[in-house]
């Protein structure tokens, strides 16, 4: 699966709750976009520092799965 999938999951499964939307905007060249929206009212520093943690704690066990 994706980071963008695993994010996903994240939502749904209320380990992050804060997003609203998450959307893959890359490229064909390879540029990675990723746009997150965000609930009404919802901090975007919250936000970014839940997605960063989620994302290094995925990639961790993934190299060593």
Same mark, same amino acid.
């Given at each position: 699966?994706?980071?963008?999938?695993?994010?996903?999951? =994240?939502?749904? @499964?209320?380990?992050?709750?804060?997003? *609203? #939307? /998450? $959307? &893959?905007? @890359? #490229? $064909? #060249?390879?540029?990675? $976009?990723?746009? /997150?929206? +965000?609930?009404?009212?919802? +901090? *975007? &520093?919250? %936000?970014?520092? !839940? %997605?960063? $943690?989620? %994302? @290094?704690?995925? =990639? !961790?066990?993934?190299? @060593? =799965?």
């Amino acid at each position: 699966k994706t980071i963008i999938e695993k994010i996903v999951e =994240a939502v749904k @499964s209320k380990v992050i709750e804060e997003i *609203s #939307d /998450i $959307r &893959d905007e @890359s #490229d $064909r #060249d390879e540029m990675v $976009r990723v746009v /997150i929206e +965000l609930k009404k009212g919802k +901090l *975007s &520093d919250k %936000v970014i520092g !839940q %997605v960063t $943690r989620y %994302v @290094s704690f995925v =990639a !961790q066990n993934v190299t @060593s =799965a």
